[in-house]
């Protein structure tokens, strides 16, 4: 995975949606919900923007939903995935809010998905790690060799918020970035050990949190960093990476310091040529952009040149 500086307030933009991300998983547990980053989402997000919220376990939808679907008065995932097209306003920003994905089968994820994905709407779901997948959801005859739905769902989202309790420190100097004080070893065991029996103790499910993103950008490169989110303050902490005690900036100085020297020619970069480097788009990702039709994912992309000899009326020419 690539870091960039701009970690510290990527987490801010895409709950923001100031950048664009198609699908974006929130990834939650028995311990930690994800309805207050939701709570984070819907507060962040612009005032224009038109939400529709898909409720699948949700009674009290919340107020900042433009249109409400109950999904259990859809007879089909078809029939509910073509209300939620008719509910979207192509001349503003839309937001999918889906509170439990949990509940559609893993076999339909792109049935469902994909053709909701475009660029104006951003389509948020949640999944609940801990809950397992019920035989209601799933139809006789499922394959035992499919993929697991965590996996196919982790294929799919363009941003992936795995949120989790914690029971540490921050230690902050004042602004955003902040260094997370890991809590006592004994502590967190007992607790996971309660959790893992059901038994859920009190400081579960608290509006100060741990979210670990991975986002993929549109060059394909990606992005993975650690934030605490306090949601009843509204405040999102970045938390960089350290390495043996270093922090990731002086680790890259000391890589281009070995650098120096070693040959007669430079293999040193400067930070203007690593940010260009960051925003090339690789071409086989051409492949894999999601448009108005949805994602043309394995789509072959060619380009015809002035040397291509191609006849149309000949059946046997083929210019692939």
């Given amino acids: 995975m690539i870091h960039h500086q701009q970690n510290a307030v990527l987490l801010s933009r895409l709950l923001g949606l100031r950048d664009h991300s198609p699908f974006i998983l929130i990834k939650d547990t028995i311990a930690q919900t994800g309805s207050y980053l939701v709570k984070e989402l819907l507060r962040r997000i612009p005032k224009d923007t038109n939400v529709v919220f898909v409720s699948f376990e949700t009674v009290d939808a919340p107020e900042r939903a433009d249109r409400v679907l109950d999904a259990s008065e859809f007879k089909s995932l078809e029939n509910l995935r073509e209300n939620i097209s008719k509910a979207l306003v192509v001349e503003k920003k839309n937001l999918i809010l889906i509170d439990s994905i949990s509940y559609i089968p893993p076999d339909k994820f792109s049935l469902f998905l994909i053709p909701l994905m475009a660029p104006h709407s951003t389509i948020t779901a949640i999944y609940h790690t801990d809950v397992p997948l019920s035989e209601f959801i799933i139809a006789p005859g499922f394959p035992s060799s499919y993929p697991p739905a965590s996996t196919l769902l982790n294929y799919f989202a363009t941003s992936i918020l795995s949120v989790s309790h914690y029971g540490g420190k921050l230690s902050t100097d004042g602004s955003n970035t902040s260094q997370l004080i890991e809590p006592d070893i004994n502590e967190e065991e007992e607790f996971l050990q309660q959790v ?54 002086d680790v890259s100085e000391d890589a281009e310091e070995v650098l120096k020297g070693l040959t007669t020619f430079n293999l040193t970069t400067t930070s203007k040529q690593r940010e260009a480097r960051d925003k090339v788009e690789l071409p086989f ?36």
């Fill in 196 to 249: 893992s029996t059901l038994v859920l103790p009190a400081s579960c499910n608290r509006p100060i949190f741990r979210v670990d993103l991975i986002h993929r950008r549109k060059s394909g490169r990606g992005l993975e960093a650690t934030y605490l989110v306090n949601s009843d303050e509204g405040r999102i902490d970045y938390v960089p990476e350290r390495r043996n005690g270093a922090d990731e900036e």
């Fill in 285 to 320: 990702l051409q492949a894999q952009e999601v448009g108005q039709g949805g994602a043309r994912g394995g789509a072959i992309i060619y380009e015809f040149e002035k040397e291509d000899d191609y006849d149309e009326e000949d059946p046997y020419e083929d210019p692939f």
